[in-house]
T-cell receptor, first 110, second 112 residues
């Protein structure tokens, strides 16, 4: 059974304090690993897709990396507007279902 | 270009009532899915469709029905609402296998 575990559950950082969020996964034949951002009361917003170990993608202050067992979302010099819950999900090959983690709630303090 | 729209935004039902959650997309995506999100749990797939006229069950299908008569619309029907169906429901679409899903704004449903 596919599984996704995200850590930490919650993270509070000072503005400008860089850190990383972790997504550990087990899946039979990874088709893709996805990162989403979710603001309170809204739907998840797509950030990145990673397909194979060693792949990296960047967007503004965010950088996602992937190994065979985990993915990291690195946040560099975060701003208060980066506060949100960050979700990780995996899709197995030949399977429509995305398996989601429970998310990391990130708070950036001005 | 509205993307993915869902109605209603909020709904309160009594146990045993039925209702339909609406989802529409204007991106011409083949794949559409329904998820539910509960506190402390990840999003879970209820039903999905890979094209008009084709639907299949996800992880938690019991108590829900779907149909897909057009590419644009994918309604979710609750046949006889139960308190366990209190949740936030999200519709999502994507184009092609392995591609990212785009989510709607959600419907918050409370069953009393």
């Amino acid at each position: 059974e596919d599984q996704v575990t995200q850590s930490p559950e919650a993270l509070r950082l000072q503005e400008g304090e860089s850190s990383s969020l972790n997504c550990s996964y087990t899946v039979s034949g990874l088709r893709g690993l996805f990162w989403y951002r979710q603001d309170p009361g809204k739907g998840p917003e797509f950030l990145f897709t990673l397909y194979s170990a060693g792949e990296e993608k960047e967007k503004e202050r965010l950088k996602a990396t992937l190994t065979k067992k985990e993915s990291f979302l690195h946040i560099t010099a975060p701003k208060p507007e980066d506060s949100a819950t960050y979700l990780c999900a995996v899709q197995a090959g030949g399977n429509e279902k995305l398996t989601f983690g429970t998310g990391t709630r990130l708070t950036i303090i001005p | 270009n509205a993307g993915v729209t869902q109605t209603p935004k909020f709904q309160v039902l009594k146990t045993g009532q039925s209702m339909t959650l609406q989802c529409a997309q204007d991106m011409n995506h083949e794949y559409m899915s329904w998820y539910r999100q509960d506190p402390g749990m990840g999003l879970r797939l209820i039903h999905y469709s890979v094209g008009a006229g084709i639907t299949d069950q996800g992880e938690v299908p019991n108590g829900y029905n779907v149909s897909r008569s057009t590419t644009e619309d994918f309604p979710l029907r609750l046949l006889s609402a139960a308190p366990s169906q209190t949740s936030v429901y999200f519709c999502a679409t994507r184009q092609g296998d392995g591609n990212e899903q785009f989510f709607g704004p959600g419907t918050r449903l409370t069953v009393l």
